[in-house]
Every structure is written in structure tokens, then in C-alpha cells.
């Protein structure tokens, strides 16, 4: 089966998801935002194996710790979009400018695009570029499982801010419309703040998509 073990790191109690496959054991670690001891311990007692660290987008509580889980698993740094590089290339100026600690700027060692695919275990994730709360923002779609690793995209009862650099409310609109909502209402998603929820329960409740 595939997994998901939520690990909430930094303070923006940001959920870091350790994504595995629970018969062979292959994991990965999506958005390993910081305290990355926490993590490792976490995967320690799960008794997985991290092959990759994915990134939804280049924001800092998501991204800040990605160097150090590279260094920590001795893997790839795989994602977002390179439109998210200029986010990427700023984290410690702007941490720095939040007065927070810890937090490094990420270079990744694979950029994604729309209609990439990649796997954890026997599990393909799809890849689909939704920009609008950050430019190179992705999320992971698996079909089989029917899950998603949605980031800041959606949220349950809310959307992706936009007051940030690079943000844009309609944009953020598109890509929920045609990017998420076009999926069917039993998916399943875990998103990078608060509660995870179902794409049927947004689109009926949600009041930034009525
Ligand atoms: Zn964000
Ligand atoms: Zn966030």
C-alpha cells in the first residue's frame, strides 16, 4: 500500500509528508521545509528507505531544509518547476529577513514540467505545474491510490495565498480549476498547512471555488 506519514516542521507547522511504499519499503520525503533531525527520525522509525526529496515549491517553510535532507539520505533534490528558482536562490535572505534560522537555500538536481512522471515503489505520481500561489509550484497526482501532494495549491476551506512574490489570485483560480478540479471527487489530498481533505468535499464546500 502507499503510505503517508506527516511530519510537521518549522515554525509554519509545515507538513513535510515521508511518502512510501509499505511493501518494498521505497520512500520519499515531499518538502522537508527544516528540522530535518525530526524527519530522519521519523523515517528511522518507519524503517523506510528516502530515494528522493520532492519539492512542491521554492517558499521557505517547504524548501529550507531540502539541502540538509540531501545531504542527511544521500539523494537527488527532484522539483518544482524552475519557475520557482528565483524563490529558491532567496531563502536565506528572506528567512534571514523573517528571523528565522536554520533555513538554506535549495539548488535542485531536476527541474519538473507539466506531464512528468515520477514513482515511490510500484506508485507513479503525475506531475502538474498549478503556478498562482508560487510561478513553479507542482503538485504529485496518484491515480492508482487516487492521492495527492497539493502543497499551497488548495486547501481544506481555503486557497493558496497570492500576496507573495511571484503570486497571482486568478492565476491560482486556473490552476485549480483545470489542474484539480478536473480530477474525481473521491481523490484523496494532503496539503502543506492544516488538514487534508478531498477534492469532492472542496468543490462542494469550499468558499473560494462557489
Ligand atoms: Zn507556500
Ligand atoms: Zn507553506
Redo the contacts with the bound molecule.
Keep these: 500500500m502507499l503510505q503517508i506519514a506527516v511530519v510537521p516542521v518549522t515554525e509554519?507547522q509545515?507538513n513535510c509528508s515521508i511518502v512510501y511504499d509499505d511493501q518494498t519499503k521505497n520512500a520519499v520525503v515531499v518538502d522537508p521545509g527544516g528540522e530535518v533531525e525530526k524527519i530522519a527520525a521519523a523515517v528511522e522509525e518507519l524503517g523506510v528507505k528516502v530515494e528522493a526529496v520532492w519539492l512542491t515549491h521554492g517558499?521557505l517553510?517547504?524548501a529550507g531544509g531540502a539541502e540538509a535532507a540531501k545531504a542527511q539520505f544521500g539523494v537527488q533534490i527532484i522539483g518544482p518547476h524552475q519557475d520557482d528558482k528565483m524563490l529558491l536562490d532567496n531563502i536565506e535572505m528572506i528567512s534571514a529577513g523573517y528571523g528565522l534560522s536554520g533555513m538554506f537555500n535549495a539548488s535542485p538536481d531536476q527541474w519538473l514540467e507539466e506531464g512528468d512522471s515520477l514513482s515511490v515503489g510500484e506508485y507513479e505520481f503525475e506531475v502538474r505545474h498549478c503556478p498562482g500561489h508560487a510561478p513553479g509550484h507542482v503538485v504529485f497526482v496518484n491515480h492508482s491510490r487516487k492521492i495527492i501532494l497539493m502543497g499551497?495549491v488548495l486547501f481544506k476551506g481555503s486557497i493558496g495565498r497570492t500576496d507573495l512574490p511571484g503570486g497571482d489570485h486568478q492565476q491560482l483560480l486556473d490552476s485549480i480549476a483545470h489542474k484539480i478540479m478536473t480530477l474525481d471527487d473521491d481523490y484523496q489530498f494532503v496539503c502543506?498547512?492544516s488538514a487534508p481533505s478531498t477534492v469532492g468535499a472542496e468543490r462542494s464546500t469550499n468558499p473560494y471555488l462557489q
Excluded: S, W
Aim: hydrophobic share 0%.
Design positions: 509554519y509545515q517558499h517553510d517547504h499551497d502543506g498547512h
